[in-house]
């Protein structure tokens, strides 16, 4: 196991964490397993995810929807092992950014965190975009003025609207951990019901024969390779991964957990098991109920894939549709707020080991919460969408595919990282597959997904169609992302050139900071 080794990471006048990674000030202790599984599957909010990814998922891969969802399912539980295993040796709420600066150095590792960064800033923005659509939509439900739900057509109103949603998830997260959790028990346990709900009912009705235009379930849907392209293929993986994002939240709060080492770890998985069997389940009901038809319900429809339980709630779920309304509007509200979790806590450790500036590093004195970094995130978060707002015909599709490949180069850099830092520790088959074998398949899987996409968003029909010069959208946001964080990158590296120098986290193996089999 590790041994307590202080190193030159370690801040003076501060306790050293597991590892030698010196603490932040960060409420220690609040969150056991269940707290950490419900924020979890909270920031992956799988009622927003569904009802964003269902289309565009069948538009590029049609009935391998299932499939594409298993493949996507491979690399995220794959590298959830790997970062396991560098959350036992580590425990350290900078997750990707502390852990490829140890394997790698502070350029790579600083590159690994502003890609959670950014993927998380992307994702706050496009949660914060559905959640104002749901919103006047339920209001249009409740209120029987169907007129009410084209208010987010609006620009204006739904930028302004959308900031409201920002600043009250930016406070209650900044409250902490003790809050965050407490919100999310009910958002959770609510938009999972609903979720079951909705495929039992679709489910039945195909038994009924009321389904709209209803497929007989067949056994090759979930077969990826049947998918039309491998561009297609790697379409519908980089969404998949997309809709399994987050679950390493639970790593980000290992500083907060009741036990660092092994909590988040098992929360992570047991978050990506539950989410993967939800994701079938309402995969194969929305198959069966709608078909992949271009008709009113049909899942190829262009007019509904942008949020498919918009259209499909009400003959689905009948008089109770509004349950689905509130279902996404609470799964969005909820995962905006736990969202910040990650992006707060890497940018309090960035800040706290020099790779950022040191404002970043304060923590509130009364909710022990990253203060500066929770605010910032939502600044950003909400310029970041006014921005796409005003730029894209569609701003949701656009965002969540950039978002598909910065998760992809993140998670693909700690995948590689869990690799590089045990390489010297690799002693018995459980070392071997958890520290080497899982996490290394994981990275090159995502790897080729990163750099399929990147090559194909080039093209100005990708995506929403959307396109500057006849560049595609979402190859300029990829771009514009990758090179701001450079530049970010070499100005605080003239700034404050400690972290880039090595002396406030060190680089090295396992066995060089005192992990021992």
């Not at 690399?75 to 790698?104: C, H, I, K, Q």
């Not at 999310?184 to 009321?210: D, K, P, R």
Request: charged residues 10%; hydrophobic residues 50%; contains cysteine.
């Amino acid at each position: 196991m590790t041994s307590q080794h202080p190193s030159s990471g370690s801040t003076p006048g501060t306790s050293t964490l597991t590892g030698g990674l010196s603490e932040k000030g960060l409420s220690a202790g609040s969150i056991g397993l269940l707290g950490a599984t419900v924020i979890g599957i909270s920031c992956i909010a799988p009622a927003y995810t569904l009802t964003a990814s269902l289309g565009p998922t069948v538009a590029a891969v049609g009935t391998q929807m299932p499939g594409i969802f298993l493949v996507g399912f491979i690399p995220m539980l794959l590298v959830a092992l790997g970062y396991r295993e560098l959350n036992n040796a580590m425990p350290d709420a900078g997750t990707s950014f502390t852990w490829a600066t140890r394997a790698f150095g502070p350029w790579l590792g600083w590159m690994g965190g502003w890609g959670l960064i950014v993927a998380t800033v992307v994702v706050l923005s496009n949660l914060a975009g559905v959640a104002v659509d749901f919103f006047y939509l339920m209001l249009a439900q409740l209120l029987g003025n169907p007129s009410l739900a084209d208010l987010t057509n609006n620009v204006v109103i739904n930028v302004l609207t959308c900031l409201v949603f920002m600043v009250a998830a930016c406070y209650v997260s900044y409250r902490g951990m003790e809050t965050t959790k407490a919100v999310q028990y009910v958002l959770v346990a609510f938009q999972l019901i609903v979720l079951v709900w909705f495929s039992v009912a679709a489910l039945l009705q195909v038994v009924e024969g009321t389904a709209f235009d209803a497929l007989a379930f067949s056994a090759d849907w979930f077969n990826p390779f049947l998918a039309p392209s491998f561009s297609a293929f790697a379409a519908g993986v980089s969404l998949s991964i997309f809709i399994f994002w987050g679950w390493d939240v639970t790593l980000t709060m290992n500083e907060e957990t009741k036990n660092p080492k092994t909590t988040p770890g098992r929360a992570a998985t047991l978050t990506v098991g539950i989410i993967f069997a939800l994701y079938i389940l309402v995969a194969v009901a929305a198959l069966m109920f709608s078909g992949i038809g271009a008709g009113e319900f049909g899942l190829g429809n262009e007019e509904i894939q942008g949020n498919v339980f918009a259209a499909l709630a009400g003959p689905v779920m009948g008089p109770y549709a509004i349950l689905m309304s509130l279902a996404v509007l609470s799964s969005s509200a909820a995962s905006l707020q736990s969202t910040f979790v990650g992006p707060a806590r890497t940018m309090l450790s960035m800040g706290h080991y020099k790779a950022f500036p040191k404002r970043f590093a304060s923590i509130s004195p009364r909710y022990k919460s990253p203060a500066f970094a929770t605010v910032m995130a939502g600044i950003v978060a909400w310029g970041f969408y006014a921005i796409m707002r005003v730029l894209s015909t569609d701003v949701l599709t656009d965002t969540i595919l950039t978002l598909g490949m910065m998760i992809c180069f993140y998670y693909g850099v700690t995948a590689f990282a869990c690799v590089w830092y045990f390489r010297d520790s690799l002693n018995g088959p459980r070392a071997i597959l958890l520290k080497l074998l899982a996490p290394l398949i994981g990275g090159v899987i995502l790897l080729v997904i990163f750099a399929t996409t990147l090559y194909d968003s080039m093209n100005p029909d990708y995506g929403s169609g959307s396109n500057i010069g006849g560049v595609g959208l979402v190859f300029i946001l990829a771009m514009v992302l990758f090179i701001g964080g450079l530049v970010l990158m070499l100005i605080q590296r003239s700034v404050n050139p400690a972290f880039f120098q090595g002396k406030t986290l060190t680089k090295g193996s396992s066995k060089e900071h005192g992990h021992v089999e």
